[in-house]
């Protein structure tokens, strides 16, 4: 019942910058924390970032100083700054909201389908 969809994914070149979105839609009665995984070809999927509903965030060590992540609440959007980026960050990113919906009370886990980020050096 909920939908999560990333955009902003692309090609770039060691050293630039994408910045990726997230809006989560459906039956939203609300939404707990939200953030961002990533899985490259061959690599378990990996804790990128991620962002309470009153905003504290958590990052990976290997993204911290360079990517920043942020989101808008009446929006039900997340975003994730990446800047500095080198070719190890190439990976498929995959977008995630903790959610309660109108139908249960335990709030649980979506995920987006994922957008690639391809770095090159």
């Known amino acids: 019942q909920v939908q999560l969809v990333e955009s902003g994914g692309g090609l770039v070149q060691a050293g630039g910058s994408l910045r990726l979105s997230c809006a989560a839609s459906?039956?939203?009665?609300?939404?707990?924390?939200m953030g961002w995984y990533r899985q490259a070809p061959g690599e378990r999927r990996e804790l990128v970032a991620t962002?309470?509903?009153?905003?504290?965030?958590n990052y990976a060590d290997s993204v911290k100083g360079r990517f920043a992540i942020s989101r808008d609440g009446a929006k039900n959007t997340v975003y994730l700054q990446m800047n500095s980026l080198k070719p190890e960050d190439t990976a498929v990113y995959y977008c995630?909201?903790?959610?309660?919906?109108?139908?249960?009370?335990?709030?649980?886990?979506?995920w987006g389908k994922g957008t690639l980020v391809t770095v090159s050096s």
């Open positions: 962002i309470s509903s009153g905003g504290s965030t």
């Open positions: 995630y909201a903790n959610v309660r919906t109108r139908a249960f009370r335990q709030a649980m886990d979506y």
């Open positions: 459906g039956s939203i009665f609300s939404i707990n924390d």
